[in-house]
């Protein structure tokens, strides 16, 4: 039988809309079975059909995209001759990237610009987008200070690796960017963590605790039980506890208080036997060894 595989990206932009019909297409999609078995009706399933190219999954399961394999190296030549194009969609492109960043481009800035769209074959509009998408996320993050191109250019190639090559496909993202920083921000201040910014090692751990699905009481709970344990907001040993209960699909506080049980711990209370219970080995022996000595 063969595997269907489902990224990360699509599952977040499935699970930021929140629709089940149009979970349920894009797995049918996913593996190749008829749109008949979701048993919806015609209108039904246009619609479920119509959210998927709205988040840019309707065409998710094509190739994925490949680079030339030789990048070129752009001239100053190359730059001109496309912003004197008549009609030049670089040229309204240098223009809004210049207003959004607030500073004209170097040669060197507006040849990275470029490759944008030439070589890794992103449309104008896409670039406008990811422009704004780099500033907002610097701006959220508190640095400060607008991102460079190279930044730009390295988020470019994720979007391009990803195709997400279309204004749709571009503001869905975005969308669940949104969620996930959302998301971020409100388990920092559940962790006390106010007065600066996130390590790159501290923002994979919430990152990877989000995508487990945890509710933020459940997120609070392990930070209670680590604080307790440790003294402090110890990563590794905080992320150990939301490991063992995503282990055990537990993901909410009312889950984790209901079914939560450490490897091999015993189900009653610990140093008691239940009535009716057989004797372990070693209670066993304990007896053994107590009624020795009073017939002694």
Known sequence: MSEVILTKESIRRLLAAGNGDSALLYLCRAASIS???????????????????????DDSMNPKFQLPAERPEYTEEDVRRQME???????????????????????????????????????AEVVNILVHYCVERSRSRGTGRMPSMRTVEKEAFQWADQQIDTVEKAAAYM?????????????????????????????????????????????????????????????????????????????????????????????????????GEPLSPQMQEAVNRMLATQEE
Not at 257 to 269: F, L, N, V
Request: charged share 25%; glycine share 8%; net charge positive.
């Open 35 to 57: 749109e008949v078995a979701t048993g919806f009706s015609e209108s039904r399933l246009e619609s479920a059909a119509k959210l998927l190219r709205q988040l840019g999954l």
């Open 85 to 123: 194009l008549p009609r030049s969609g670089f040229r309204k492109l240098v223009g809004e990237v210049q207003r959004c960043i607030g500073k004209v481009l170097s040669t060197e800035e507006l040849k990275i610009l470029l490759s944008m769209v030439e070589y890794l074959g992103l449309p």
């Open 175 to 275: 969308q669940s960017a949104n969620l996930r920083n959302t998301r971020q921000a409100e388990l920092c201040q559940l962790l006390g963590i106010t007065d600066r910014r996130l390590t790159p090692t501290e923002e994979r751990y919430l990152q990877s605790w989000i995508e487990m699905g945890f509710a933020n009481e459940a997120i609070s709970l392990a930070y209670e039980k680590t604080c307790e344990n440790t003294g402090g907001l110890t990563w590794k040993y905080m992320s150990r506890i939301l490991e063992s209960w995503n282990s055990q699909g537990l993901y909410t506080l009312d889950q984790i208080k209901t079914m939560d049980r450490k490897p091999g711990a015993p189900q009653g209370k610990a140093g008691y036997q239940r009535h």
